[in-house]
């Protein structure tokens, strides 16, 4: 059975004084809690190092928001995958709507950035979606279908246990819009079996898929208990520690009693 993870994505958000905070807070929590999903943190890179030694000796990991391609050289301002291992940081988000709108990444970035990973032992969280032009227009479909194909091109079945894929529909990141469990699911489900026709069944089973866009404590328990939603990749609503608490508690009650 597919472990379900609730993610965290700070974003550009919090100083050093306010994620100490939050995870001092978090971990004493968590220990006190038995835990039926996992726990992923995304805070911005400045804090990785930080948040590393908060989370050392817990089962909290630890995931970078974005990387560069290459290993190593004359790329000022970026961080490598080496790097990040360097430091216990296993995992990275990559291909957010946010990268792809604001700062132009390609398909073909990502999927470099993918292998970039892979090839020095990480693991993936994987994002794609459509607008809201591209659903209205019943492009949906199309559009992760394209998505999976240029993102994965190249990587065999066998680095499938490395990666996570995050559906999040554009329209619905930040807007306080969220997708129906029902359509949600639909979108979760077609990605599975498409992963199913392009590798085998077996990958597909295996592989966990999120969901992302304005997650919070009230729609959580309607979408993880979707039987292809493997849990969130939470915005804004995992910045204060109360509301992600709670997320987490609603996921373990309803993942524990499933």
């Known amino acids: 059975m597919r472990r379900h993870i609730i993610?965290?994505?700070w974003k550009m958000n919090k100083t050093l004084a306010n994620v100490r905070e939050f995870l001092i807070k978090f971990v004493k929590w968590k220990n006190n809690t038995e835990m039926q999903v996992d726990i992923i943190i995304c805070p911005p890179s400045i804090y990785l190092m930080e948040a590393s030694t908060l989370?050392?000796?817990t089962d909290v990991k630890l995931s970078a928001q974005n990387i560069y391609f290459e290993n190593a050289g004359a790329f000022t301002g970026e961080i490598s995958a080496p790097m990040l291992k360097s430091i216990g940081c296993y995992y990275s988000i990559i291909g957010?709507?946010?990268r792809r709108a604001y700062f132009h990444e390609t398909d073909a970035d990502v999927n470099k950035k993918l292998k970039a990973l892979l090839e020095n032992g990480m693991n993936a969280i994987l994002c794609l979606?459509?607008?809201?032009?591209q659903r209205e227009n019943?492009?949906?479909?199309?559009?992760?279908?394209a998505q999976l194909s240029a993102d994965l091109y190249g990587i065999e079945s066998r680095f499938f246990d490395n990666i996570i894929i995050a559906y999040e529909p554009i329209w619905a990141i930040g807007?306080?819009?969220?997708?129906t469990p029902e359509d949600a699911e639909d979108v979760q489900k077609f990605i599975r079996q498409w992963i199913a026709n392009k590798y085998n069944q077996t990958v597909a089973n295996n592989l966990r898929i999120l969901y992302g866009g304005s997650i919070n404590h009230n729609n959580i328990a309607e979408l993880i208990s979707q039987p292809d939603i493997d849990g969130g990749l939470i915005g804004g609503?995992?910045?204060?520690?109360?509301?992600?608490?709670?997320?987490v508690e609603i996921a373990n009650r309803i993942i524990g009693g499933k």
């Open 237 to 247: 609503a995992s910045l204060d520690k109360n509301s992600f608490i709670k997320i």
């Open 175 to 179: 807007t306080g819009k969220t997708a």
């Open 7 to 9: 993610a965290a994505n």
């Open 96 to 98: 957010h709507s946010e």
């Open 55 to 57: 989370l050392y000796n």
């Open 138 to 145: 019943g492009e949906t479909k199309n559009v992760v279908q």
């Open 129 to 133: 979606g459509e607008t809201l032009h």
